[in-house]
């Protein structure tokens, strides 16, 4: 045993003294824990790994413990019964220990990020769960914090986040994890819908049905100008009988909404969302959304909702959005700036025809990428 892993569970076994709940490997109706740190899509991207837990084990109690980012989300899975938010702490051993207390009443708990985090393992191996799973770099050696250690793909960045996080069932006897059919759903609150319900009866959207979100915000360098954006809804609003709402993470609603007052149209307005879910609401009633990768697109292959996204860099084929209905303009080698013409071809297929009904539905959507599997 290396000093590590008895330090380790020198450190864990004082934690067991206030738990309800003695462990155990085999049971028909477990307490599940699944640990998932980072944002919403990281969340989202989990969702897969919790339908297929309650669909396998429907007796189940399924706790997400998650970073505040990933809470709504978790919140609005059926498949979740709780949800736990970890405290970020003074530093990270501080609070390992102290979100590990929280955590002691679990028969199994998945450690679900797509790569080996020591962060995470620490916590996993303090919450003292019977088994604990998670990828490890080595799994083919006795692990220090998991009871069932899981390779990783060859690879990480060739496979989806999806798929790599399913490979985290198997120890459970879920053999075949990447066969499972992908569940992406999530049931929204009552005030979401009861606020794009609130939002749509208002001008111009009472007028038309039908409209487009246009989403500025993303968590990369983004290589589509702001100036590019505007120049494309004017060419839409030019074309088609779309309404646009324009949408931002709240640091950049005020640029949205500035965006909206200088085009001084009556078929563009800005759209301050309060959280993720609102978004959500908005997306499932939209036409089709654009949108930079991220969060958004995302929240729309959840909602199986159109999009178009803008690629600017990361690895594509690992987090691109999984919408039946998506397509992609990547930034080619080299690129500073996605050219606008680029982004107004891709876009064709989206746009209804202007005049067209308002029962009227593109089909016509673009083919996916040849090294994309979508969905079917």
Not at 112 to 141: C, S
Not at 284 to 313: C, I, Q
Not at 329 to 351: C, D, M, S, T, Y
């Amino acid at each position: 045993m290396s000093l590590f892993r008895a330090f380790l569970d020198l450190v864990a076994q004082p934690l067991t003294v206030g738990r309800q709940h003695q462990p155990r490997k085999d049971c028909t109706d477990p307490r599940i824990l699944v640990i998932r740190r980072n944002r919403m899509g990281d969340m989202i991207y989990t969702l897969p790994v919790l339908h297929a837990l309650r669909r396998h084990f429907p007796q189940a109690h399924i706790t997400v413990a998650c970073d505040p980012l990933g809470v709504p989300i978790a919140q609005a899975c059926e498949a979740v019964n709780e949800v736990i938010i970890l405290a970020p702490g003074w530093n990270p051993w501080q609070a390992a220990l102290s979100n590990a207390a929280r955590l002691q009443n679990y028969d199994w708990v998945i450690a679900a990020k797509g790569g080996f985090d020591r962060r995470l393992a620490v916590l996993t191996r303090l919450t003292n769960a019977a088994i604990r799973i998670g990828f490890e770099r080595k799994p083919e050696k006795a692990s220090p914090y998991y009871t069932n250690p899981i390779a990783l793909p060859k690879d990480p960045n060739e496979e989806h986040q999806i798929e790599t996080l399913l490979r985290l069932l198997k120890p459970l006897g879920l053999v075949k994890p990447t066969e499972f059919s992908v569940n992406l759903s999530l049931k929204l609150p009552e005030g979401a819908e009861e606020f794009a319900a609130e939002t749509l009866s208002n001008p111009p959207f009472d007028e038309s049905p039908r409209f487009m979100l246009m989403n500025f915000s993303s968590t990369v360098g983004l290589k589509f100008r702001e100036e590019d954006f505007i120049a494309l809804a004017k060419r839409i609003l030019g074309e088609t009988d779309l309404i646009i709402g324009l949408v931002a993470a709240l640091p950049d609603q005020q640029t949205a909404k500035e965006i909206a007052t200088c085009m001084a149209s009556t078929r563009i307005v800005d759209l301050p969302t309060p959280g993720p879910l609102e978004l959500a609401a908005l997306i499932e009633h939209a036409s089709f959304l654009l949108t930079p990768e991220g969060g958004a697109a995302h929240l729309a292959a959840a909602m199986d909702k159109p999009a178009l996204v803008l690629w600017s860099e990361g690895p594509f084929k690992k987090w691109y959005s999984r919408g039946r209905k998506h397509a992609f303009v990547h930034a080619e080698a080299g690129e500073k700036v996605i050219p606008l013409e680029r982004v107004w071809n891709a876009v064709q297929p989206f746009l209804p025809k202007k005049g067209a009904g308002a029962d009227a539905a593109t089909t016509d959507w673009p083919e996916p990428p040849p090294e994309v599997n979508f969905l079917s």
